[in-house]
């Protein structure tokens, strides 16, 4: 079977893309690859204003690897490279063609030192990936990668068990973000939530353009005098019956009152009525943030870590 790489190339290779996280995910059962929240956050909010201006820079940074599938058909998609952050890279690989990843390394590498400054000293390069990926860390090893240590989780709450009752401070409410008049509080809340000024009304509209973007799943709680105090993204993927949460932030002026575990604990409860059978969340290592998840039901969890190649 003939194997061949080519550039990525806009709508249709996004579509494919997401196709091949859904059939890996089917396949192994658990966290290897990213999820959708994570490919679809990844260009419609990280990378929101690139939308705006209809120009998507981030493309001529991913590599595709095609299976000629003969007699006619379409290649299969086997594998991706990807960026997240300036500086790192991903593997996206189906599950049965794992002997590629060698080649694909060797593409972010050159890809990688084809954009060194002429007068950088150092120009590291960074991927990241889960504990139970012996094969990869293997890999890493042999190419010249140190391992750094462990980076953070992602923590897993099965939706067979029941859901923690977490009642809510007097004059709050949970609900769903409603509307346009809703999208300036929502912008305001993930600002404040992590310090930053990169959302704004529009940047919004733009993740909501996201394939599995639902409304009924973007929560908020309101406080008493209607601002909102938290929210989350929740994404389901019916495919998979699975259900992620990125982000999920609290303003600083309204935690430590319960607000971000009964607004996660209703988002469980909306993903137990859609059919979703396991729920998951990426957090770092913080302990109040691990603890707020592990009591929310997100008890079990798989961890990753940080690998750098120093260039």
């Known amino acids: ?59 001529k940074d991913v590599r595709l690897w095609e299976a000629d599938a003969g007699d006619a058909q379409a290649p299969r998609l086997v594998g991706v490279v ?10 996206q690989i189906h599950p049965h063609y794992r002997h590629i ?9 050159q890809h990688h030192q084809a954009s060194r400054p002429q007068d950088a000293e150092r120009w590291p390069l960074d991927t990241f990936l889960y504990e139970h990926d012996e094969e990869r860390a293997a890999l890493l090893t042999r190419w010249g990668y140190e391992n750094l240590g462990h980076d953070g989780y992602t923590r897993i709450c099965s ?20 509307g346009q008049e809703d999208l300036e509080n929502r912008a305001a809340v993930a600002n404040n939530a992590f310090g930053h000024n990169r959302h704004n009304a529009e940047t919004v509209r733009v993740l909501q353009r996201a394939p599995t973007y639902r409304q009924d799943l973007d929560l908020v709680v309101v406080a008493p005098d209607g601002t909102f105090a938290a929210y989350c993204v929740v994404w389901f993927g019916e495919a998979n019956r699975m259900g992620w949460y ?6 600083p002026a309204h935690r430590r009152r319960g607000l971000t575990k009964a607004m996660m604990c209703e988002g469980l409860r ?26 929310v039901g997100f008890t079990d969890f798989e961890r990753d870590f940080h690998w750098r190649k120093e260039f």
């Not at 990843?101 to 590498?109: C, F, G, H, I, T």
């Not at 939706?159 to 409603?178: F, M, Q, S, T």
């Open 101 to 109: 990843e060698e080649e694909m390394l060797a593409w972010a590498e």
């Open 82 to 91: 990807n960026p997240e952050d300036g500086g790192d890279f991903f593997l």
């Open 1 to 59: 079977m003939t194997i061949t790489s080519r550039e990525y190339r806009g709508e249709e290779d996004f579509e494919r893309v997401r196709e091949l996280l859904i059939e890996s995910y089917a396949i192994t059962g658990r966290i290897h690859n990213w999820w959708l929240d994570r490919w679809e956050v990844f260009r419609f909010s990280a990378r929101a204003l690139d939308e705006i201006a209809d120009a998507q820079s981030w493309e």
């Open 270 to 295: 909306r993903l137990q009525a859609l059919g979703a059978t396991v729920a998951h969340v990426g957090c770092g290592t913080g302990e109040a943030a691990n603890r707020l998840y592990e009591s």
């Open 159 to 178: 939706l067979d068990k029941p859901i923690p009752k977490a009642p809510l401070a007097p004059g709050y409410v949970v609900r769903n973000v409603r």
């Open 246 to 251: 990125e982000p999920v932030g609290a303003h």
